[in-house]
């Protein structure tokens, strides 16, 4: 569970919360209470510090990238995690790299897990059964194609809200 004031750069991927649903109504309490998305950068700064400069500089940097088409062809899982990775990652991943390039002193999950792919999260903190059991759930929604056209800053109190939006432009 995030501590309330973090904050977070996400893209929404709407085509995936009908598989989300899916998984959490079968499964209460193991899919997150947040839209299906791909993290951006993961914890960002924290809500007293997000200021007008800031998200000025994210609005520049979403203004500048235009919309991508990305799949999630299928399901993969680590320990006690199941995740949809996107084809192709690029664009997630240079954005991911450009905003860290802005704030150079904010690593994904703090730098629990390295510099760690894309992907979108279905459930975690599960044991190898359960894993095993979403990872058939979600075969039957698979594959998910999607248009990402926009990114979020969100913010947690007693759950996530969206701060501002920022739609992607039409590239340089």
């Known amino acids: 569970m995030p501590q309330p004031g973090k904050s977070a750069v996400v893209i929404p991927v709407p085509a995936a919360d009908p598989l989300l649903d899916a998984v959490r109504e079968r499964h209460p309490g193991i899919v997150r209470d947040v839209p299906a998305h791909l993290s951006v950068l993961y914890p960002f700064l924290t809500a007293d510090e997000l200021d007008d400069h800031t998200v000025g500089t994210l609005e520049s ?19 006690g995690f199941v995740y949809l990775p996107p084809e192709p990652p690029t664009a997630v991943r240079e954005l991911s790299t450009t905003v860290r390039r802005h ?26 059964p359960v894993a095993g059991e979403i990872e058939r759930q979600v075969g039957p929604y698979l594959p998910v194609r999607t248009r990402l056209e926009e990114a979020w800053l969100v913010v947690y109190t007693d759950r996530w809200t969206v701060r501002a939006r920022f739609p992607f432009g039409g590239g340089p």
């Open 103 to 128: 704030w150079p002193g904010l690593l994904p999950y703090g730098g629990a897990f390295g510099d760690p792919p894309p992907h979108l999260t279905v459930a975690m903190g599960i044991d190898e």
């Open 61 to 79: 940097i979403f203004a500048e990238r235009a919309p991508a088409e990305v799949g999630f062809p299928g399901c993969a899982r680590q320990p």
